[in-house]
């Protein structure tokens, strides 16, 4: 059974600061992974899709890795703003389509 | 982009009665749509898979009775909650998975308040 897992599940930076977010998973074998950005009391922002034979993608001000071998993936967001707070989740999708999700790293940015 | 819609957003509603909830692919034809459980706080729950023309499956220890799914076209599904208690209070949220792009995509989220 594929288990996910974000570190760490809180963080709190000054504004300009990047940001590191780390996700992992026990199973390699997955179809792609994906980011979201859940704001309290409302559903998922889809932020950047990685297929399984992609390396990175790059949206603006973000850029995601993956390392299947490692079973790793790292979201990074540079020049933090106030605005990114939110909660980030990491969602792994397996070969057989099953989804497994991360519980997420509550991100506080402060002004 | 892709949209997906979900509605009602916020629902209130007496003990005992049944509650319906939308989620409609608004530019994709989706054969697979999820249905998921929030509670304060804490992550998505997988409560089951809903496919176009045939049973929803449903993640262990998720009453399916309690909980109708019902996938009859490409672009909507619904959640009934029947029979609502407050605990049964919750978000709950779906999600459309696009066969084209393997893309995941999210609905707003409904707020279900069982008094």
């Known amino acids: 059974k594929q288990e996910v897992t974000q570190i760490p599940a809180a963080l709190s930076v000054p504004e300009g600061e990047n940001l590191v977010l780390n996700c992992s998973f026990t199973?390699?074998?997955?179809?792609?992974l994906q980011w979201f950005r859940q704001d309290p009391g409302k559903g998922l922002t889809s932020l950047l899709l990685i297929q399984s034979s992609q390396r990175e993608q790059t949206s603006g001000r973000l850029n995601a890795s993956l390392d299947k071998s490692s079973g790793r993936s790292t979201l990074y967001i540079a020049a933090s703003q106030p605005g990114d707070s939110a909660t980030y989740l990491c969602a792994v999708v397996s070969n057989d389509y099953k989804l497994s999700f991360g519980a997420g790293t509550t991100v506080t940015v402060r002004a | 982009g892709a949209v997906v819609s979900q509605h009602p957003s916020r629902v209130i509603c007496k003990s005992g009665t049944s509650v319906k909830i939308e989620c409609r692919s608004l530019d994709f034809q989706a054969t697979t749509m999820f249905w998921y459980r929030q509670f304060p706080k804490q992550s998505l729950m997988l409560m089951a898979t809903?496919?176009?023309?045939?049973?929803?499956?449903?993640e262990q220890g998720v009453e399916k009775d309690k909980f109708l799914i019902n996938h009859a076209s490409l672009t909507l599904s619904t959640l009934t909650v029947t029979s609502a208690h407050p605990e049964d209070s919750s978000f709950y949220i779906c999600?459309?998975?696009?066969?084209?792009?393997?893309?995941?995509?999210f609905g707003e989220g409904s707020r279900l308040t069982v008094l």
């Open positions: 199973d390699s074998a997955i179809y792609n």
């Open positions: 809903s496919n176009e023309g045939s049973k929803a499956t449903y």
């Open positions: 999600s459309a998975w696009r066969t084209s792009s393997g893309e995941l995509f």
